[in-house]
Nanobody, 123 residues
């Protein structure tokens, strides 16, 4: 059993900053890619940023230069530093991780999701 627990969301004024954290726990052998997604009311969930287990990153165009994704492999944790926040960044932010577990003998990788954390940016 693997759990992803997010923290760090909240209410902030436009131009402000927030830092999200997502810690993975459970029967983890290793973690491949980790990512942050977001979903605004009435919209589809979209990728915000992703990071590989070697540290390679990619970002959605709408956060390029404002958000930074990082991870601490020793803590099985991924972070999202969000600067210069805009009202259109308001959404529920979800953590995603591709986690390697031992499943009925062999190692297998599964995708897991956190419960989501609300980020609200006021104008």
């Amino acid at each position: 059993q693997v759990q992803l627990v997010e923290s760090g969301g909240g209410l902030v004024q436009a131009g402000g900053s927030l830092r999200l954290s997502c810690a993975a726990s459970g029967n983890i052998v290793g973690i491949n890619g980790m990512a942050w997604f977001r979903q605004a009311p009435g919209k589809q969930r979209e990728l915000v940023a992703a990071i590989s287990n070697s540290g390679s990153t990619n970002y959605a165009d709408f956060v390029m230069g404002r958000f930074t994704i990082s991870r601490d492999n020793a803590k099985n944790t991924v972070y999202l530093q969000m600067n210069s926040l805009k009202p259109e960044d308001t959404a529920v932010y979800y953590c995603n991780a591709n986690v390697v577990v031992r499943h009925l003998g062999p190692l297998r990788a599964f995708d897991y999701w956190g419960q989501g954390t609300q980020v609200t940016v006021s104008s």
